[in-house]
Each structure stands twice: as structure tokens, then as C-alpha cells.
């Protein structure tokens, strides 16, 4: 069962995190999938981590799709223009795009005010979060609108609730998160006349690389960090979102959820999906319910 055999996705910003989760499950569902990000196997972004794109389209590969893997810098308009035409030129079309670039994990200063935050730090993020998304778009849309049925995915964190309703303990990351969703719902407008689709998208507290690498555990122990964050319970893996997105582009009667602000846990409670053990992390309420309530860590019912 490949209900997106045939179909052309471009994950922009797939090395790591859940961008990587996003193509594995993609190609799990028999999509074609071009994974993009800057750090290849001869050389790495800013980040110097070790993650690289090729691994991602091999796991695409390995998941059941084909991975292909390129390098693009999203800041670069000449880059990202290369990118689409070498799409146009071996696809011939585009159905998904995923707008995931981030590159701002070691850029934010949290809990620190506009006036004490580095402008050069912050202004480096919202470029990563924000420039990006639009070039990549400014680009792509136009191969992407030549068929009705097509999705654009804008990855943040945090719902359009949440993030109207909370600081997210800093001025640049709180502007670049909720800038996503606000993009959503500008290309769910512009995408309308040609029957395309446009969501905002954020997963609940995602254990990715960077994330396992800070409370220092694996995926294989995880649980071993929720004696030092206790609310740690209720985390994700990357591919939880990877399996909304793929439900998403599945979905014939996806338009219902043109530019609204979705969660990996809310889809998954629309289209019955689960995470890989089995669980169905439900973060954002509870986020709202628990622990921003003050309320000791428990998910009975919301995993």
C-alpha cells in the first residue's frame, strides 16, 4: 500500500530533525522524494553536525521510496532556482513541497529580552526561518501549481493557539515560529484558484538529534532523560510528524484543512496514526493541560 506512488516531494531542510522524518515517511508511503540541506558527506554547514542529506535519501531508499539527495543553501535564490529546474527537468512535476529550513537551534538566546539579544544572532535566525520559506516558495510554487491536488507544508513549532497565547521566551524565536503560520495561511490564499493546499504544521516535543544529544541519551534510552525532565514523557519522534505529513498528502479531501495550523498529535487522533512505539503523543494539550498548568508530569491519556 503506496498511496503516494508517483508522487514528487521536496523536503527542504531534510538533514536532520524533522525534516529527515518527514522524507523517511514520505518515502515510506512511495513518494519520490528530493531532500535538501547543506550539510553533505565533504561538507558541513555552520551547524558541524554530523547528520548529512545523503544519509537522509538513503533512509528514504531503505523506508520503501527514492531519496535523492541535494545541496542547496535556501538563502541562495540561484541555489534554490537550480533545485526547481533540476526537478522540473528529471520530475517533470511537484506535488509536496515541506518548507523545514531552520538552522536556528544554536542562534537563540532564551529568556533573553530584544535589547540584550545579539541583533546579529537574531536577525541571522529570522533570515534561516523566514527568508528561506519565501525563496524556496517564490521558486518552486510555479512548477508546483501546474496540478490541481498539491500540498506545501510550512513547518514551526507550536500552534497557532499556542503561540497567540504564550512568549516563546524570545522576541526572534517567538516572530520566526509564528511567521510560519502566518505564511501558511497567506499560500492557502494564493494557492486557492489552482485546488491546492496550504497548512502550518508543528510537532510536540520531538526528540531529535540535537534534542537526545542534549539530555544525553539515545533513542534506544530516552526514557533515561525523564528522571531529569519529567515532562520529557510526552516526547515524539521525528517521524510522528513524518507520518502527519504523509497522511496530509494522502488525504483526497486534504483541502478541509487549507491554511489552517495543524499538530502531529491532533492528525494523528484524525487519521489513526502512531508514533513507532506504538503510542499516540498528544503534546500540545498536553503542554496546556499539565504542564503549563504546573501540574506533575503524567501522560495517562494523552499517549
Known amino acids: 500500500m503506496k498511496p503516494l506512488n508517483g508522487k514528487v516531494a521536496l523536503v527542504a531542510g531534510a538533514t536532520r530533525g524533522a525534516g529527515r522524518g518527514i522524507a523517511i515517511e514520505l518515502g515510506a508511503a512511495g513518494a519520490t522524494v528530493y531532500v535538501t540541506g547543506r550539510t553533505t558527506t565533504g561538507q558541513a554547514s555552520e551547524y558541524n553536525r554530523p547528520e548529512t542529506i545523503e544519509e537522509t535519501a538513503e533512509l528514504v531508499n531503505q523506508a520503501g521510496g527514492r531519496g535523492i539527495a541535494v545541496q542547496v543553501d535556501h538563502l541562495d535564490p540561484a541555489q534554490v532556482q537550480a533545485l526547481i529546474d533540476r526537478i522540473d527537468s528529471e520530475q517533470g512535476r511537484l506535488d509536496i513541497l515541506v518548507n523545514d529550513i531552520w538552522g536556528g537551534e544554536y542562534l537563540t538566546q532564551w529568556n533573553t529580552p530584544v535589547w540584550e539579544h545579539s541583533l546579529e544572532r537574531g536577525f541571522r535566525m529570522l533570515r534561516l526561518a523566514i527568508d528561506t520559506h519565501l525563496i524556496t516558495s517564490h521558486y518552486a510554487l510555479p512548477l508546483f501549481i501546474r496540478n490541481e491536488g498539491g500540498l506545501v507544508v510550512e513547518m514551526t513549532d507550536g500552534t497557532a493557539e499556542y503561540n497567540d497565547s504564550n512568549y516563546r521566551l524570545s522576541m526572534f524565536y517567538d516572530l520566526a515560529k509564528s511567521s510560519a503560520i502566518r505564511m501558511a495561511k497567506s499560500l492557502a490564499h494564493e494557492l486557492l484558484p489552482y485546488r491546492c493546499t496550504a497548512v502550518a504544521l ?62 502531529s498529535g491532533g492528525l494523528a487522533n484524525v487519521y489513526g496514526f502512531d508514533d513507532l512505539d506504538g503510542s499516540r503523543p498528544d503534546c500540545w494539550r498536553y503542554l496546556v493541560e499539565v504542564q503549563d498548568a504546573g501540574k506533575p508530569a503524567d501522560v495517562t491519556g494523552y499517549r
Do not use: C
Not at 534506544?220 to 531529569?228: E, F, L, Q, S
Open 202 to 263: 508543528t510537532p510536540g516535543w520531538m526528540r531529535s538529534e540535537i534534542m537526545l544529544e542534549h539530555f544525553g541519551v539515545t533513542e534506544a534510552n530516552w526514557r533515561d532523560a525523564i528522571a531529569k525532565e519529567p515532562h520529557f514523557a510526552i516526547s515524539e519522534t521525528t517521524r510522528y510528524v513524518g507520518r502527519a505529513v504523509a497522511s496530509l498528502a494522502a488525504d483526497p479531501h486534504v483541502a478541509r484543512w487549507n491554511g489552517q495550523s495543524l499538530s
